[in-house]
């Protein structure tokens, strides 16, 4: 069997490799630095920006890490099995592919070109200044007056970031609270703890203009306000990067969130697949890792038992922020019988001793089954916390259940069978 892959991102390679293993032979089709936006221009170097004091250290530092983990992945795609082709892929019917003048055949194609970051259409956003959440990585110096425009993931962490560089942050969110999808308590929570560090946040603000001089007009409760800024940062999401796949020479549908896939992240047309930010499901990295492996599985004639449902989400803020299951208003939505539990990272041990007491956590419980329904954490270390509640949504653990689980003391984790038996 032989499988093309367009695209070399966490949902391209990964599942590259996992089909190599398995004795099927791969052709990869990747256009620009191996390992996606997550790696070249998203989660890892943000986390890297986090990690360092000044943006010269970060970005020193954010080379050497981007060229060490480039090389570990071509390291992985250097097996015999897989052929990695560079350029740009077209399709010209169903199932064959044109990368500059050469064409590729395979009965069964995986679509894994992920996303480009989208823009208000605002008069202005194309003013010199305006910059996406690529271009302000590559920034030389530390803007006096930061704008962000949106709350969301990606928003909050630039502006965390440039904060603690020494900008002057202000955050526009059109929504009612910024990380509009988590759950509200805790999005309230975070926003006065950024408030606290200077970070000025605006909710329910429309924006409306930018003039040239980086003047931001917004509309909140019908009247106009501005924000005086240096530079710009439009992070209002991304969307799908379909505009060169030619996607109607091979018949497969899309919309205007992306290809259209099923279940199996299969589209409508029988053998090509589409995975990760593509099919605009859920822009995570992890997400498009797994829904390579659905697709891979469901290839192979293989189940599995991936949870897309239950997913766990992260925002590398100061302090960090984590989710994963229902929120307290979905649960209510739902009309389901809950009670929410609540622990404090200032009445945890190893909280106290970090001197990292800006936190809690909750989890959300079924009152009539004792089942978890779903976490969320707002502190120290959150992204690695949330792991635990994550793998017990999975196996639809009861809180009696997790209340017999012995964690080790002093720790973090210990926040969660603190909120268990509150």
Not at 214 to 243: C, I, P, W
Not at 266 to 282: E, K, L, S
């Amino acid at each position: 069997m032989r499988i093309i892959i367009i695209g070399a991102g966490p949902g391209g390679y990964e599942t590259a490799v996992a089909a190599a293993k398995r004795g099927i032979e791969v052709t990869l089709i990747n256009k620009g630095p191996l390992g996606g936006t997550c790696l070249n221009a998203g989660c890892i170097p943000t986390k890297t920006f986090i990690a360092c004091k000044s943006l010269e250290e970060a970005r020193a530092r954010k080379t050497e890490v981007l060229e060490t983990l480039r090389s570990g992945i071509a390291s992985l795609l250097s097996d015999k099995l897989i052929t990695l082709v560079e350029g740009t892929a077209r399709f010209v019917s169903d199932h064959t592919v044109d990368v500059d003048g050469v064409q590729y055949s395979a009965d069964k194609i995986i679509i894994a070109t992920g996303s480009v970051p989208a823009f208000l259409p605002v008069e202005g956003a194309g003013n010199e200044g305006v910059l996406d959440s690529t271009a302000i990585l590559d920034l030389d110096e530390v803007p006096q007056r930061l704008c962000i425009i949106g709350g969301g993931v990606i928003g909050l962490e630039f502006a965390s970031i440039f904060s603690a560089f020494g900008s002057e942050v202000t955050v526009l969110e059109y929504a009612k609270n910024i990380l509009p999808r988590f759950d509200t308590d805790l999005a309230k929570r975070l926003k006065q703890s950024l408030s606290k560090k200077g970070i000025k946040i605006e909710n329910s603000a429309r924006v409306t203009s930018i003039d040239k001089d980086l003047t931001v007009h917004y509309l909140k409760n019908e009247q106009e306000f501005t924000v005086q800024s240096d530079r710009v940062l439009m992070a209002v999401g991304r969307k799908s990067s379909l505009e060169s796949l030619n996607l109607d020479a091979a018949g497969i549908a899309y919309d205007r969130r992306g290809i259209c896939v099923d279940e199996n992240m299969q589209t409508n047309v029988p053998g090509v697949y589409a995975i990760g930010d593509v099919n605009g499901r859920m822009m995570l990295a992890h997400v498009a890792t797994f829904q390579g492996r659905r697709a891979l599985n469901h290839i192979c004639g293989q189940a599995d038992k991936i949870r897309f449902d239950i997913v766990p989400s992260a925002v590398f803020t100061d302090p960090e922020a984590a989710c994963v299951g229902m929120t307290e208003d979905e649960a209510k939505e739902k009309g389901l019988n809950i009670r929410c539990l609540k622990s404090f990272y200032r009445a945890n041990g190893k909280a106290v001793a970090s001197g990292t007491t800006d936190g809690y956590c909750k989890l959300i419980v079924d009152r009539d089954s004792d089942k978890i329904l779903g976490c969320h954490i707002f502190g120290a270390h959150a992204s690695d916390i949330i792991q635990e509640a994550t793998v017990l949504l999975n196996f639809e653990s009861t809180l009696s259940d997790f209340e017999n689980i012995i964690h080790a003391h002093p720790s973090l984790p210990e926040l969660l069978q603190t909120a268990a038996y509150s």
